[in-house]
């Protein structure tokens, strides 16, 4: 019996070294689930703070931690207010951490829900922010980096807000904003032309 991909997931499923749980056919709630029952870490008493919507986002931001990308966090207030000045609709982002614990540093208890996620929202573009980030796409990550890690599906590495301190804070921002406006500019002309 043939497996139930087709080639192109097979590339992705293999280069992601995905999990054979990953690979059943689940919906977003079920992963969503999965991820608020989880028990890879040693505390069932973690705190779950992401509410992953927007899952028909053509965006994904993936932060290191929930606090990267969460608005109420001070890096994810940053976050939005860079984003939203580079004029991106945070409607259209999907947003996500390698953790999924305020408390969990332990990235590779999580990847696999990442995985999960990542073949279910099937973004366009993923926004890495922060170098565990990148390292999960790319063993020798560097900023600026803009690779396929999917037959549609590309990655550009940048800083994780938490980069943004003095005193590269300005020229960290200033990297992040150009990377925002380039990337608005991109939806803005894919969307023009779909019209």
Wanted: glycine share 4%; with cysteine; charged share 20%.
């Amino acid at each position: 019996m043939g497996s139930p991909y087709d080639f192109e997931d097979q590339i992705f499923i293999n280069e992601l070294k995905v999990p054979e749980i990953c690979l059943r056919d689940f919906s977003h709630d079920q992963v969503l689930l999965s991820i608020t029952h989880c028990q890879s870490c040693s505390s069932v008493k973690l705190t779950k703070p992401l509410t992953l919507h927007n899952v028909e986002a053509s965006i994904m931001f993936i932060g290191e931690r929930p606090d990267d990308v969460l608005f109420d966090s001070p890096q994810g207030k940053k976050l939005a207010n860079l984003l939203v000045a580079a004029g991106l609709d945070l409607n259209d982002i999907y947003f996500t951490a390698m953790t999924k614990c305020r408390e969990s540093n332990s990235f590779a208890r999580c990847q696999h829900h990442l995985t999960a996620e990542i073949m279910i929202v099937r973004p366009k573009l993923i926004v890495c922010l922060g170098y565990n980030v990148c390292k999960f796409f790319h063993s020798d990550p560097h900023v600026g980096h803009y690779i396929q890690v999917y037959p549609n599906v590309h990655a550009l590495f940048t800083y994780s807000l938490m980069d943004a301190v003095a005193p590269h804070e300005s020229s960290v921002l200033q990297v992040l904003q150009d990377q925002f406006k380039h990337i608005a500019s991109v939806i803005k002309n894919f969307k023009q032309q779909s019209a």
